[in-house]
C-alpha cells in the first residue's frame, strides 16, 4: 500500500526558507520509474505543480520558481525533502507531495499541509 | 511552461447528465494529458491518463478523448458523487495544470 505523509512548518514568516518533507511507505524510490512530485494549492485557487524527483536522482523544477526551489531525496529514510526560499504571502497554500502512477501522472497522493506565510 | 486553459469554469448540471469539459493546451502535447477530479478538502484523485486511459478502479462514465491541443473529460451520466472540480494536467513539458472546472448542481 502505497502512502505518502508532508510535514512541515505550518507558519512561516516573510523571507523565511520553507523546508518540507515527504515520508513515504510502500515503494522505494531506488526503483526505476519511481518520482515523487510536490504540487501546491493557495485556497481557493487551481493546483500548481512545483517540483520532481526521480528514482535515478534528476530534478525538474516548474521555471517561474526554479531559482527558490530545491528538491531531494533520501531513500535511506523514505524521504523527499523541498525547500523554498524567500517565502511570501502569496505562497500561502496547501502543499502536496504525489508519487507518479503512469509515466507523469499523479497516482498516490499526500493528505497536504497547509502552510501560511505571514509575520 | 505550457499553459493550458480549461472551460468552463463552472458548469452546472442535474443528475443523469451528459458533462463536458474541455482542455486545451498552447502547444502540442500529443496525448501526455491527465485527468483529476478534486472534492473539498481532499487530495485529488486521477481519472485518466494519456488522454484516454482509465486509471484503475475509475467508474466507465468517465471517458477522455483528444490529442495536440484540444482535449475533452466525458462524464457520460452525472452521479451525486461527482460534483467536484476537475483539472486537467499536462505532462508533455514538465507539468502544468489547467485552472479546474467545478461541476455544482444545478
Known amino acids: 500500500q502505497v502512502t505518502l505523509r508532508e510535514s512541515g512548518p505550518a507558519l512561516v514568516k516573510p523571507t523565511q526558507t520553507l523546508t518540507l518533507t515527504c515520508t513515504f511507505s510502500?515503494?522505494?524510490?531506488?526503483?526505476?520509474?519511481?518520482?515523487v512530485n510536490w504540487i501546491r494549492q493557495p485556497p481557493g485557487k487551481a493546483l500548481e505543480w512545483l517540483a520532481r524527483?526521480?528514482?535515478?536522482?534528476?530534478?525538474y523544477y516548474t521555471p517561474s520558481l526554479k531559482t527558490r526551489l530545491t528538491i531531494s531525496k533520501d531513500t535511506s529514510k523514505n524521504q523527499v525533502v523541498l525547500t523554498m526560499t524567500n517565502m511570501d504571502p502569496v505562497d500561502t497554500a496547501t502543499y502536496y507531495c504525489?508519487?507518479?502512477?503512469?509515466?507523469?501522472?499523479?497516482?498516490?497522493w499526500g493528505q497536504g499541509t497547509l502552510v501560511t506565510v505571514s509575520s | 511552461d505550457i499553459q493550458m486553459t480549461q472551460s468552463p469554469s463552472t458548469l452546472s448540471a442535474s443528475v443523469g447528465d451528459r458533462v463536458t469539459i474541455t482542455c486545451r493546451a498552447r502547444?502540442?502535447?500529443?496525448?501526455?494529458l491527465a485527468w483529476y477530479q478534486q472534492k473539498p478538502g481532499k487530495a485529488p484523485k486521477l481519472l485518466i491518463y494519456?488522454?484516454?486511459s482509465l486509471q484503475s478502479g475509475v467508474p466507465s462514465r468517465f471517458s477522455g478523448s483528444g490529442s495536440g491541443t484540444e482535449f475533452t473529460l466525458t462524464i457520460s451520466s452525472l452521479q451525486p458523487d461527482d460534483f467536484a472540480t476537475y483539472y486537467c494536467?499536462?505532462?508533455?513539458?514538465?507539468?502544468?495544470f489547467g485552472q479546474g472546472t467545478k461541476v455544482e448542481i444545478k
Open positions: 504525489a508519487r507518479n502512477a503512469a509515466a507523469g501522472t499523479l497516482g498516490y
Open positions: 494519456k488522454a484516454s
Open positions: 510502500g515503494f522505494s524510490l531506488s526503483t526505476s520509474g519511481m518520482c
Open positions: 502547444q502540442s502535447i500529443s496525448t501526455w
Open positions: 524527483i526521480d528514482w535515478d536522482d534528476d530534478k
Open positions: 494536467q499536462q505532462y508533455g513539458s514538465y507539468s502544468t
